[in-house]
């Protein structure tokens, strides 16, 4: 895309190129059934209400029916506490995307905006602000997010906001590098010479021009997201009862493993479909958006 | 080429892998030993300052006391240990223990009774252990063998205290000579350490040969730490370890099911309970507690939380225990009883409350998704608070919760109802639960010798503890244990104690 001049973009021109890309991912069959799951269990996850009652099955419990194999009432069988497996784990679809979505999207605007002016003004701002990414970078991602659940108290609100806070990082170093590397270009001193502002610069040519790398990375996030997510609540951390979230669904199956596996086996499943969907999407966008490959 | 060397790579790594799989079995010298998994590391193997149920049962390998009380502190039935026999002046006063003299410690010193008062004055002013002796006023050396108990007031829990482990006799010179007599410890009982104990590592006790009493059986114990008690069955089954304690009901029929385990399963004195801060509204209302109590269907939880391996409890006392009674009813759960309780009590459309409840107890976050679940039929809106255990403790101590579930276990009546309905106990917390009457009967069984008499006070403290309802008692899961098949002669005394020294092993 850098490839191109913007200045000379007219409208027309950028649908075409998202129009390429569109072209180019069509072609990689991996990402097409990647893309395709993804829909798939985002238009479960949004239609659930819908075939599904909250109240009389995912939560109501039935304590004399507990773990039971799959059956023809029960397809995915029942949970420790009677619940029926299959529609506890489409509504954990929710909480699961809900959760990768929102977080991505937020640590990406937090991020993007930390690495775009990191990147364009440099000097000593730039130096600070990356030093202080660094010392989050520093940190395993893992126990910065339990740290900040252990201040914040657990809930699915603070279960996104300490995922987000330990991706924001990643996605400032990302964007910063993509900012450095065409906050020389022409472009952007023409539309210095013309007296454009430095927020004007970076909202119209410098983030457009920027998030090639990032809707990748974003894309990859939401499945790293989901699993950050997951590995939280199985360790006890987050998603407060009753809601179904796959993690805590298979930290719960975990203590029966042995004898009932199925109630680690479908959770895992689940994460695993929508990560892997989500990566090879992710793999497919990064071929499709870089034009090296053309 | 590339590809030759990363078969051969690869070949290496898997063979170090069954390397590191070769097991620590040493090699079959004769000498019989078992290998104990704990499901955490003991922080420290000083009995003074034990508050790990891992420290206990490895302690008990390793000190006397001066009785021993079978059964933990339920029974009378006491017998002599490190003393041969005792004398009680008749007003109930004074103890006066003869001791053996022929017990030296793991270092080679001679114990006396020096030892016996070191050890008595040494709990008496350690935190943790300081509150179990308040009945005592002074103890004294009358000659080498003879020690002496001076009480403030007859108590008939004292005598059985001597043979808990926190009063296990330890030498003066041993702790003050060293600074890490919690890593090094030094004791008079029949296992002492190999080597030197590290937390967090597993350690080895050999028989001390130099022990006072018959020789046992078993040489050797190997304690290792299984964190996950689903990998301490595998290794039990693979036979890597002989004794896991602490198991879960999830691992009951694999442990059943290998004929070369057993399975022993024992009631067990850890009551499970909700406590409600009765200094907030609306916890302070009798009816909204009452409420509460209807809406809990224990039945459920015992099936929900433990897969019904336990008893329901009625009261803090299981049925091994002083003062236990059936006239309390065991499951009051009562849905429409429940509603029109928390209507008279002014709240018909319920309220939102906050669950504090232990994270990394599975038991516990068990109950509280089935709590949370009964409650909102009577319109209370739940939120499980999961904090984990050091948060969970502050946050009660400190009196920062609304409801909360907690543990407690004691073998004995007098500890139990102390802690739970005393306007001081420990765990009423921030004295939120105020009954001089109650005071009143704690303070009178503490200090009544007959055993009769006793069950009846303990029977009107539970019952008062019932109608006042400052907790609600919910049940008392199973103690599960497996072992190895060959192993003869274990028991299982409240809990915690596993004394090796009376197991055979048949090989």
Same mark, same amino acid.
């Given at each position: 895309?850098?490839?191109?001049?913007?200045?000379?973009?007219?409208?027309?021109?950028?649908?075409?190129?998202?129009?390429?890309?569109?072209?180019?991912?069509?072609?990689?069959?991996?990402?097409?059934?990647?893309?395709?799951?993804?829909?798939?269990?985002?238009?479960?996850?949004?239609?659930?209400?819908?075939?599904?009652?909250?109240?009389?099955?995912?939560?109501?419990?039935?304590?004399?029916?507990?773990?039971?194999?799959?059956?023809?009432?029960?397809?995915?069988?029942?949970?420790?506490?009677?619940?029926?497996?299959?529609?506890?784990?489409?509504?954990?679809?929710?909480?699961?995307?809900?959760?990768?979505?929102?977080?991505?999207?937020?640590?990406?605007?937090?991020?993007?905006?930390?690495?775009?002016?990191? /990147?364009?003004?440099?000097?000593?701002?730039?130096?600070?602000?990356?030093?202080?990414?660094?010392?989050?970078?520093?940190?395993?991602?893992?126990?910065?997010?339990?740290?900040?659940?252990?201040?914040?108290?657990?809930?699915?609100?603070?279960?996104?906001?300490?995922?987000?806070?330990?991706?924001?990082?990643?996605?400032?170093?990302?964007?910063?590098?993509?900012?450095?590397?065409?906050?020389?270009?022409?472009?952007?001193?023409?539309?210095?010479?013309?007296?454009?502002?430095?927020?004007?610069?970076?909202?119209?040519?410098?983030?457009?021009?920027?998030? /090639?790398?990032?809707?990748?990375?974003?894309?990859?996030?939401?499945?790293?997201?989901?699993?950050?997510?997951?590995?939280?609540?199985?360790?006890?951390?987050?998603?407060?009862?009753?809601?179904?979230?796959?993690?805590?669904?298979?930290?719960?199956?975990?203590?029966?493993?042995?004898?009932?596996?199925?109630?680690?086996?479908?959770?895992?499943?689940?994460?695993?479909?929508?990560?892997?969907?989500?990566?090879?999407?992710?793999?497919?966008?990064?071929?499709?958006?870089?034009?090296?490959?053309? | 080429?590339?590809?030759?060397?990363?078969?051969?790579?690869?070949?290496?790594?898997?063979?170090?892998?069954?390397?590191?799989?070769?097991?620590?079995?040493?090699? &079959?010298?004769?000498?019989?030993?078992?290998?104990?998994?704990?499901?955490? =590391?003991?922080?420290?193997?000083?009995?003074?300052?034990?508050?790990?149920?891992? =420290?206990?049962?490895?302690?008990?390998?390793?000190?006397?006391?001066?009785?021993?009380?079978?059964?933990?502190?339920?029974?009378?039935?006491?017998?002599?240990?490190?003393?041969?026999?005792?004398?009680?002046?008749?007003?109930?006063?004074?103890?006066?223990?003869?001791?053996?003299?022929?017990?030296?410690?793991?270092?080679?010193?001679?114990?006396?009774?020096?030892?016996?008062?070191?050890?008595?004055?040494?709990?008496?002013?350690?935190?943790?252990?300081?509150?179990?002796?308040?009945?005592?006023? &002074?103890?004294?050396?009358?000659?080498?063998?003879?020690?002496?108990?001076?009480?403030?007031?007859?108590?008939?829990?004292?005598?059985?205290?001597?043979?808990?482990?926190?009063?296990?006799?330890?030498?003066?010179?041993?702790?003050?000579?060293?600074?890490?007599?919690?890593?090094?410890?030094?004791?008079?009982?029949?296992?002492?350490?190999?080597?030197?104990?590290?937390?967090?590592?597993?350690?080895?006790?050999?028989?001390?040969?130099?022990?006072?009493?018959?020789?046992?059986?078993?040489?050797?114990?190997?304690?290792?730490?299984?964190?996950?008690?689903?990998?301490?069955?595998?290794?039990?089954?693979?036979?890597?370890?002989?004794?896991?304690?602490?198991?879960?009901?999830?691992?009951?029929?694999?442990?059943?099911?290998?004929?070369?385990?057993?399975?022993?399963?024992?009631?067990?004195?850890?009551?499970?309970?909700?406590?409600?801060?009765?200094?907030?509204?609306?916890?302070?209302?009798?009816?909204?507690?009452?409420?509460?109590?209807?809406?809990?269907?224990?039945?459920?939880?015992?099936?929900?939380?433990?897969?019904?391996?336990?008893?329901?409890?009625?009261?803090?006392?299981?049925?091994?225990?002083?003062?236990?009674?059936?006239?309390?009813?065991?499951?009051?759960?009562?849905?429409?009883?429940?509603?029109?309780?928390?209507?008279?009590?002014?709240?018909?459309?319920?309220?939102?409350?906050?669950?504090?409840?232990?994270?990394?107890?599975?038991? =516990?976050?068990?109950?509280?998704?089935?709590?949370?679940?009964?409650?909102?039929?009577?319109?209370?809106?739940?939120?499980?608070?999961?904090?984990?255990?050091?948060?969970?403790?502050?946050?009660?101590?400190?009196?920062?919760?609304?409801?909360?579930?907690?543990?407690?276990?004691?073998?004995?009546?007098?500890?139990?109802?102390?802690?739970?309905?005393?306007?001081?106990?420990?765990?009423?917390?921030?004295?939120?639960?105020?009954?001089?009457?109650?005071?009143?009967?704690?303070?009178?069984?503490?200090?009544?010798?007959?055993?009769?008499?006793?069950? &009846?006070?303990?029977?009107?403290?539970?019952?008062?503890?019932?109608?006042?309802?400052?907790?609600?008692?919910?049940?008392?899961?199973?103690?599960?244990?497996?072992?190895?098949?060959?192993?003869?002669?274990?028991?299982?005394?409240?809990?915690?104690?596993?004394?090796?020294?009376?197991?055979?092993?048949?090989?």
């Amino acid at each position: 895309m850098a490839q191109q001049n913007p200045a000379a973009q007219a409208p027309t021109k950028k649908r075409s190129q998202a129009q390429e890309v569109w072209m180019r991912l069509k072609k990689n069959k991996q990402a097409m059934a990647g893309l395709f799951v993804f829909i798939v269990i985002c238009i479960i996850a949004i239609s659930a209400p819908l075939f599904i009652d909250y109240d009389t099955q995912v939560v109501q419990q039935n304590i004399p029916n507990k773990i039971k194999p799959p059956s023809a009432e029960h397809p995915l069988g029942t949970d420790a506490l009677g619940r029926d497996v299959m529609a506890r784990l489409i509504y954990g679809a929710r909480i699961s995307l809900t959760i990768g979505l929102i977080t991505a999207i937020s640590a990406l605007t937090i991020g993007g905006l930390i690495g775009a002016v990191a /990147g364009f003004y440099g000097g000593k701002l730039d130096d600070i602000l990356m030093r202080i990414m660094d010392i989050f970078l520093s940190l395993p991602s893992m126990l910065l997010a339990i740290a900040v659940i252990a201040s914040l108290g657990s809930g699915i609100t603070n279960i996104m906001i300490a995922v987000a806070v330990s991706y924001i990082p990643y996605y400032a170093r990302i964007i910063r590098s993509s900012v450095l590397s065409i906050r020389n270009k022409e472009y952007i001193e023409s539309a210095r010479a013309i007296g454009t502002s430095d927020f004007r610069i970076i909202m119209k040519h410098i983030i457009p021009n920027a998030i /090639g790398p990032v809707i990748v990375q974003a894309t990859l996030g939401v499945g790293e997201i989901i699993i950050s997510a997951a590995g939280l609540s199985f360790l006890g951390l987050g998603i407060e009862p009753p809601l179904p979230e796959w993690g805590k669904m298979l930290s719960e199956g975990k203590e029966v493993i042995r004898s009932s596996p199925y109630l680690v086996i479908f959770p895992g499943l689940c994460i695993m479909t929508t990560v892997l969907s989500l990566n090879l999407l992710g793999d497919g966008l990064r071929d499709a958006l870089d034009p090296r490959l053309k | 080429m590339k590809k030759k060397l990363a078969v051969i790579l690869m070949l290496v790594l898997a063979l170090c892998c069954f390397a590191a799989c070769g097991g620590e079995k040493e090699a &079959d010298d004769g000498v019989k030993s078992v290998t104990f998994s704990l499901l955490g =590391s003991p922080e420290s193997l000083d009995p003074a300052t034990t508050t790990s149920g891992a =420290s206990l049962m490895v302690e008990i390998q390793m000190y006397n006391t001066l009785v021993y009380s079978d059964g933990g502190m339920v029974s009378s039935d006491i017998r002599p240990e490190l003393a041969t026999d005792w004398t009680i002046s008749d007003d109930g006063l004074t103890y006066t223990f003869n001791l053996r003299n022929d017990v030296y410690f793991h270092n080679g010193e001679k114990f006396t009774a020096a030892d016996a008062k070191y050890t008595f004055d040494r709990v008496m002013v350690e935190p943790y252990t300081s509150y179990l002796t308040v009945m005592i006023k &002074d103890t004294v050396v009358v000659d080498e063998d003879t020690f002496q108990v001076n009480l403030l007031y007859p108590s008939a829990d004292f005598l059985p205290m001597c043979g808990m482990i926190y009063f296990a006799i330890v030498n003066e010179k041993a702790i003050t000579s060293s600074e890490t007599f919690m890593y090094e410890p030094v004791g008079t009982g029949p296992y002492m350490l190999a080597d030197k104990f590290v937390p967090g590592q597993g350690f080895k006790f050999v028989y001390n040969e130099n022990y006072w009493g018959a020789e046992p059986d078993i040489k050797e114990i190997n304690f290792e730490i299984y964190p996950d008690t689903n990998t301490a069955v595998i290794a039990l089954q693979n036979g890597e370890i002989d004794f896991a304690p602490a198991l879960t009901v999830n691992d009951v029929a694999i442990v059943e099911a290998d004929k070369d385990l057993k399975l022993y399963q024992e009631p067990s004195y850890t009551i499970n309970y909700l406590t409600m801060n009765k200094n907030g509204a609306p916890y302070n209302n009798d009816l909204v507690r009452d409420a509460i109590n209807h809406a809990i269907n224990k039945e459920d939880l015992l099936l929900g939380a433990v897969d019904g391996v336990g008893e329901i409890a009625n009261s803090p006392l299981n049925s091994l225990m002083l003062g236990y009674t059936e006239d309390i009813p065991f499951n009051e759960y009562d849905l429409e009883k429940a509603k029109q309780l928390m209507i008279d009590a002014g709240y018909p459309d319920g309220f939102s409350c906050n669950l504090l409840v232990n994270s990394s107890n599975a038991t =516990s976050m068990k109950l509280a998704q089935i709590i949370q679940y009964q409650l909102a039929q009577i319109g209370i809106d739940v939120f499980v608070d999961q904090q984990e255990k050091a948060t969970w403790s502050s946050n009660l101590s400190n009196s920062n919760f609304e409801i909360a579930l907690g543990t407690l276990n004691w073998p004995d009546s007098n500890n139990m109802v102390t802690y739970l309905y005393h306007t001081q106990g420990t765990f009423n917390y921030d004295r939120a639960y105020s009954n001089p009457e109650m005071d009143a009967l704690i303070e009178q069984a503490s200090q009544e010798l007959d055993t009769a008499k006793r069950a &009846d006070l303990y029977e009107q403290i539970v019952k008062l503890g019932h109608e006042d309802l400052p907790i609600i008692c919910l049940l008392f899961p199973n103690e599960i244990v497996g072992a190895n098949a060959k192993i003869d002669g274990i028991k299982i005394f409240d809990n915690t104690y596993f004394p090796v020294y009376y197991w055979t092993l048949n090989e």
